[in-house]
């Protein structure tokens, strides 16, 4: 029995012909957004009152989805699926036209991707969800497993930069959370990367994604990386382009852990080496008269005020390399000390290059102020400086060296890190064993019984640092020799 007035007072039911329905307007805002003017759904063969509860429960759904489209980021998932849903069976039919063949025969995958591309971004009326669908479907479309690339170099190479365009204008509105840079983050929080470390490893990882953006990091290959790999070796050396490829390998070993990715690339991208011998490579330590010379020269030019040089900068660029000179420890090593790690005793390495390298080193008599200098915070110019720490130790120092000495030290090889191997060889001349320096340097010893030595007793070290001076010359010897104990920049 119909209840012609009953429809009245119940929204959205309709009489179609004798049957009930749904039928909705949906709001003008969100028509886009769902990809349809009106909501229309028949109720069936069923009573009445099965057709009123049917469009209440209907109406009050309808209602909470309008509610939450007016949020900016629901509006735009909905709006992204009703885009996707749309392109689903164009990407399906061109598809199944490229595997059974029967496209014309001068029709090319890339150049309609080309076209496709150009016309997504050239059209007025679409905005970033309709971009973004197009893009996804250009990308499905032209560029999956059924492709067969180019083997024309010149045709590869376009084919490459078309699907890295594609892959980073995706990532840029759809906002894929692993990204290069997001995992990078993560990798570094992950391995409890110290911040010098992590400074360094930014560094690296932003000349890769200069290079090819800030893409999911699922979409890089390893003939993006092939790519990258020849864009950097031809700007900078074998050692320092491996060095770059450093984080560059442990993201994507996180990745894979963390199930990210499936496939690593980095493995097939092979790096040249360096063919240079290690001698070849490490710096040259200062022989006894220079060294002498070379502090001489230190206390004049930074014993006083300087132009351009704050004073406590000044004061503790100066004691950075007194301690160096004195200590055998790495720059970065004394720029990180704090006052609770230097007595009148000994000096505390706790942050260093690596765990095997936390080491007590002898306090050696000639930098005797150096604990009241930490006491009072004289290396806390340094703790403000966002780039790179030792960087100001360093540019001084080169200074001093190659333009205020006269006359120089030129020799590109004696640089700030000379000071470690320079005590080093004090320390051999002077008739320390191997043992002794391997220790105060901080280079743990090979092979399982590492794990069960400690090292030397402390007043062994001791001995031997308050007998080294680098200045001392000994009677046949070669200022000059070195055994490589300190080859570790």
């Known amino acids: 029995m119909k209840a012609p007035y009953a429809t009245k007072s119940v929204k959205h039911l309709k009489n179609n012909n004798g049957s009930w329905a749904y039928r909705r307007r949906v709001p003008k805002k969100h028509q886009k957004t769902l990809g349809e003017e009106y909501w229309n759904r028949p109720c069936g063969n069923v009573s009445y009152q099965k057709a009123v509860a049917m469009v209440t429960e209907w109406a009050e759904e309808d209602d909470a989805l309008i509610a939450s489209l007016d949020h900016p980021d629901t509006a735009a998932n909905v709006r992204e699926a009703t885009e996707a849903k749309s392109m689903a069976p164009k990407v399906a039919g061109m598809i199944m036209a490229q595997e059974a063949r029967i496209l014309p025969d001068d029709f090319d995958p890339l150049d309609a991707a080309v076209a496709r591309l150009k016309a997504a971004d050239q059209n007025p009326e679409f905005d970033k969800q309709d971009q973004l669908a197009r893009y996804r479907a250009i990308l499905e479309a032209s560029f999956s497993s059924h ?45 409890e990367s110290r911040t010098g470390v992590r400074r360094k490893y930014r560094g690296n990882i932003k000349k890769l994604t200069d290079f090819m953006g800030d893409l999911p990091i699922s979409h890089v290959t390893s003939v993006s990386l092939r790519r990258f790999r020849d864009q950097q070796s031809a700007i900078m050396m074998p050692s320092s382009l491996s060095s770059v490829f450093t984080p560059i390998r442990g993201m994507f070993k996180y990745a894979i852990d963390e199930e990210l990715i499936e496939n690593n690339p980095v493995p097939s991208v092979v790096l040249k080496r360096d063919k240079r011998s290690v001698h070849e490579r490490k710096c040259i330590p200062y022989p006894p008269l220079e060294m002498k010379r070379l502090l001489e020269a230190m206390e004049e030019h930074w014993g006083s005020p300087k132009r351009g040089l704050r004073d406590e900068r000044r004061i503790a660029i100066h004691m950075v390399c007194r301690v160096m000179a004195f200590s055998c420890l790495r720059p970065i090593e004394v720029v990180r000390l704090e006052s609770k790690d230097v007595t009148d005793e000994w000096i505390k390495v706790r942050e260093s290059k690596t765990p095997s390298s936390h080491r007590t080193v002898p306090l050696h008599p000639a930098l005797a102020d150096f604990p009241a200098f930490m006491a009072s915070g004289g290396l806390e110019t340094f703790r403000t400086l966002k780039t790179d720490q030792v960087e100001p130790v360093r ?40 043992d002794i320096r391997r220790a105060i340097l901080g280079h743990a010893e090979g092979g399982s019984l590492n794990h069960y030595d400690d090292g030397p007793e402390f007043f062994k070290k001791r001995k031997w640092v308050n007998a080294t001076d680098p200045t001392v010359i000994y009677p046949d010897t070669d200022d000059y020799y070195d055994d490589g104990l300190a080859d570790d920049e």
């Open 147 to 191: 492709i067969i690339v180019p083997t024309d170099p010149d045709k590869r190479l376009e084919f490459d930069m078309v699907k890295t365009k594609l892959e980073r204008r995706i990532s840029e509105i759809a906002g894929d959370p692993n990204t290069i840079t997001a995992v990078a983050e993560r990798y570094y929080n992950e391995n």
């Open 395 to 434: 540019y001084n120092f080169r200074r001093l060296i190659r333009d205020f000495m006269d006359p120089p030290i030129s020799e590109p090889k004696k640089v700030l890190y000379s000071l470690r191997s320079t005590f080093s060889n004090a320390m051999r001349r002077a008739g320390a064993n191997p």
